[in-house]
């Protein structure tokens, strides 16, 4: 979310001395400060901003204008490939279901900020080196201004590597990963969240934030003091992070997930659910991506092309909501676009705290 702010301050002292002030002088000057002042006002209405009065020394008009930016995938329904055609007057977005105007559509103009978050499971392992081996290639997948970090996880979480847009050290730290051992258990709400605060440390304000997650999807019940499902969707909502995910299966995590969801674990999962890799990409927008060994590399490669394809879609809210307040999104693409580019699929973040 971007803030602009401008002040207009309207002194309200009058300077008296050995010159006389007439009151036809006076009563042209108050008209003139109150045309600029209706005029600043007129001016803030008609761009949708947010107007506040205050008085110090003056008469000041502070002018809030907030523009939000959402990130959108917008994939052909029958083949999946990005849809990269569109314009502004193609998309329809409601915040909490009252329809809003488009202000700007742009797509891969702003920056990435990428963070890659590893499962240290013995089950990711293996994918890891063959990962790391042709992490290079894939990374020159990324613009020059584009910066990556590296962290990963188990019971507890490492940064390996803080945002840098040097390829080179970000492989290293890939490498180094691809050594680490834990036989620890994996606890994927705290990985989440540790991430999405970690790309809250972005070098770039305005880049477009995202986790690409490689992982089997086999979380362990959380335990002793770490951060819930519920913190970790705040927190990845509050930074505007959109996560995805390269997933690894195996016949042991198919297993481990089957068995896991068992009706006896119910109680367990209802009260502190472990988390899940395609509630988190479901809810913020992302995509899972299924991997293996043989082509992790080129599956990052990939997942990086499409996350540079999405679109971002600006606006204006139109109600003003209290600061923290959730605020739903939804975003459709019109009919008329629909009948000339064929059906289409849209993933989009559920909402963004105000």
Not at 164 to 179: L, W
Request: net charge positive; hydrophobic share 40%.
């Amino acid at each position: 979310m971007l803030c602009f702010i401008a002040d207009v301050a309207v002194s309200s002292h009058k300077r008296f001395g050995s010159v006389a002030v007439s009151k036809e002088s006076m009563g042209t000057t108050l008209q003139i400060l109150t045309r600029i002042l209706l005029l600043a006002v007129f001016l803030a209405l008609s761009a949708g901003a947010r107007g506040q009065r205050s008085t110090s020394d003056g008469a000041v008009l502070r002018v809030t204008v907030e523009l939000v930016q959402v990130d959108v995938q917008v994939l052909e329904k029958k083949t999946r490939r990005p849809v990269g055609s569109l314009s502004k007057e193609d998309f329809q977005l409601y915040e909490d279901g009252v329809q809003q105007q488009v202000a700007g559509v742009s797509r891969d103009q702003l920056p990435l900020s990428v963070v890659l978050l590893f499962d240290l499971t013995w089950s990711v392992r293996p994918v890891l080196k063959p990962l790391a081996a042709g992490a290079l290639e894939a990374l020159r997948h990324l613009k020059p201004q584009d910066e990556v970090a590296v962290m990963v996880y188990a019971a507890e979480v490492q940064v390996l590597q803080d945002f840098t847009t040097d390829r080179e050290q970000v492989t290293a730290a890939i490498e180094k990963a691809s050594e680490m051992e834990s036989s620890e258990a994996a606890f994927f709400n705290e990985a989440v969240f540790q991430a999405s605060a970690q790309l809250d440390k972005a070098s770039n304000p305005r880049s477009r934030r995202t986790i690409i997650w490689l992982t089997d999807n086999v979380p362990d019940i959380p335990s002793g003091r770490v951060y819930s499902e519920k913190d970790a969707f705040g927190e990845v909502f509050e930074t505007g992070t959109v996560v995805s995910a390269l997933l690894e299966r195996s016949a042991f995590s198919d297993f481990i997930v089957a068995y896991s969801k068992n009706p006896i674990f119910a109680p367990f999962r209802g009260h502190s659910p472990p988390g899940d890799v395609y509630k988190y990409a479901e809810r913020t927008g992302g995509e899972v991506m299924k991997c293996n060994k043989e082509n992790v590399s080129a599956k990052l490669a990939q997942l990086i092309d499409e996350i540079r394809t999405r679109y971002t879609v600006g606006y204006y809210p139109s109600v003003k909501q209290p600061k923290g307040k959730f605020c739903e999104i939804k975003v459709q693409i019109t009919t008329e676009a629909q009948k000339r580019e064929g059906r289409m699929l849209v993933r989009t973040k559920k909402g963004y705290y105000r």
